[in-house]
């Protein structure tokens, strides 16, 4: 069996665990099995490489944070490696540029184009444990490549399909997929699994324990993920295809996300084409639009359009919304901060009723105000002040009783 293994920050944060990480994938070779390891770079360490090149430019070309920013993972491989062959084992830590990660050109977000994973190939088929440097890529022109915070996950699942591996492992700090976030909610329980369309929502929704892109991979080309802990042997929470008794359940887990900024453009002249001009110009900007609601005033001249970012992108969307909105004749642009978005996630929703009305009856029994809705199939999403977020999330876990899930 072909096991990939991807380790994040925490898994690998100093040498001990990186010996750790060792051990284990050692134990998983001994099994029988040929295991492929991602990493993370070391916890802590990106960041110190960001405030570096910020001490040096308060404006670094993103291509050069790129080459910067993939060092971290680079080495991690290279320890790991090393540990690795310390339990008798052969290793080789690879790069993305040696893995054959071929992505497109856009800088600190890139997308997997292909991966040619030759010399893995070529290494495994002598026996070797392969390890490699998470979060990168290359473009056809040879320029280092990053795909974005929480990109190992991505390069982990990408790398199982290239490889056409049995199993992705995702070792992170939690032994699972939890239906709230333990910390907020003590008695949240761990999924034994959960489907891909959920994972999605609940990933895409601010649950941290995978990368949204990762999981969007995985259930295109259905690819077996398990989350687990790097810190004990309890079995994870496998991610996997819907199934009957999915269904059964109306509410999986409960997301929250408090990194949202809201963007509120008043006055705008309600005519067709406005909201293609103001959202074509943020896209232009690579920034993902989340939540959008828009209020027609009563005469019908004007409108208002509210919007959520991602709040590491509040202040770029600030000024091209402030740009866009003096061209379109709007009478100004308000920016809030301080929300959060609350989201309650099932695939049983499509065959239930009522659980919107549920979840709005239960925030407002507690004082807690809707600024916006958002709404799928399988989930429902409210924006609130970040000042309720602890409060929602605890009365809404009790109100779809998901600790008896």
Known sequence: MLVVQKYGGTSVANVERIKAVAQRVARTVKEGHKVVVVVSAMAGETDKLINLAHQISSNPSEREMDLLLSSGERVTSALTAMAIEGHGYKAIALTGRQMGIITDAVHTKAKIEKITGEKAKKALGDNYVVVIAGFQGITETEDVTTLGRGGSDLSAVAIAHALNADLCEIYTD?????????????????LDKISYE????????????????????????????VVRSS??????????????????????????????????????????GIAARLFKGIAD????????????????????????VPKTDSKKTLKIT????????????????????????????????????QMFDTLARHGVNIMAISTSEIKVSCLIDTKYTELAIRVLHETFQLAGA
């Open 174 to 190: 939690v032994d699972g997929v939890y239906t709230a976030d333990p910390r907020i909610v003590p008695e949240a329980k761990k």
């Open 231 to 272: 810190f004990n042997d309890n079995p994870g929470t496998l991610v996997t295809k819907e199934d009957e008794d999915m269904e059964k359940v109306v509410v999986s887990g409960i997301a929250h996300d408090t990194n949202q900024a809201k963007i509120t453009v008043m006055g705008v002249p309600d005519r067709p």
């Open 285 to 308: 900007a690579n920034i993902v639009v989340d939540m959008i609601v828009q209020n027609i005033s009563s005469d019908g001249k004007a409108t208002d359009i509210s919007f959520t």
């Open 322 to 357: 402030e740009d866009i909105a003096r061209e379109l004749g709007a009478k100004g642009v308000d920016l809030r901060e301080d929300i959060s978005k609350i989201s309650i996630v099932g695939v049983g929703m499509r065959t239930h009723s009522g659980v919107a009305a």
């Open 198 to 225: 959920e994972m999605l929502e609940l990933a895409s929704l601010g649950s941290k324990v995978l990368q949204t892109r990762s999981v969007e991979f995985a259930m295109k080309y259905g690819v077996p993920v």
